[in-house]
């Protein structure tokens, strides 16, 4: 029994190195790793790179997804600007037609009642505007000779200020937001 002892030892000291060279070899392998610095390095680099790229694409993605989400905003804001100018314009004019149309009703009650007591009055409209022109200052008689013959113009103009203004004013309240 002695020789089969000796055999079996001999073969758990065999299977013993075997075992032990290969976790000799493992260990070797994982210091050889550790201490490759410069393969720990690319594969580093690599791994950001493809961070990097990924980010890249997420960044662009969401930029581009904020642009579209601007621009949609601000062709909203445009319409909504834009009939609320709309609005405005046509509620200057009607109130411009209605203060014009009083105005005309005022100025005819007046000239019959001045009639009524006996008081010459002009029937001509043309005579009564040089009067009132011969009244204005030298130098703004051509822009009232212009106001009062072309009425049209101005209301655009003042339309348009009062767009630009109400514009300006929804501005500030957007920055102010």
Do not use: N
């Amino acid at each position: 029994m002695t020789d089969r002892a000796a055999a079996d030892g001999a073969a758990e000291l065999r299977k013993q190195i075997a075992q032990t060279r290969s976790q000799l070899g493992s260990t070797v392998e994982e210091l050889a790793a550790k201490t490759d610095l410069r393969g720990r390095a690319k594969a580093r680099a690599a791994d950001l790179r493809d961070r990097a790229g990924a980010m890249t694409v997420q960044l662009r993605s969401t930029a581009a997804q904020a642009g579209h989400t601007v621009q949609e905003r601000a062709g909203r804001a445009g319409h909504t600007v834009q009939e609320r100018a709309k609005d405005a314009g046509h509620t200057v004019q009607d109130k411009a037609g209605h203060v014009g149309h009083t105005a005309r009703t005022r100025v005819m009650e007046t000239r019959h009642q001045l009639q009524d007591k006996g008081a010459h009055i002009e029937t001509d409209p043309q005579d009564t505007v040089s009067r009132a022109e011969r009244k204005v200052p030298a130098p703004l008689r051509a822009p009232v000779r212009f106001v009062v013959r072309h009425p049209r113009p101005v209301m655009i103009a003042a339309v348009a200020g009062a767009v630009i203004v109400t514009a300006g004013v929804l501005g500030r309240r957007r920055a102010a937001r």
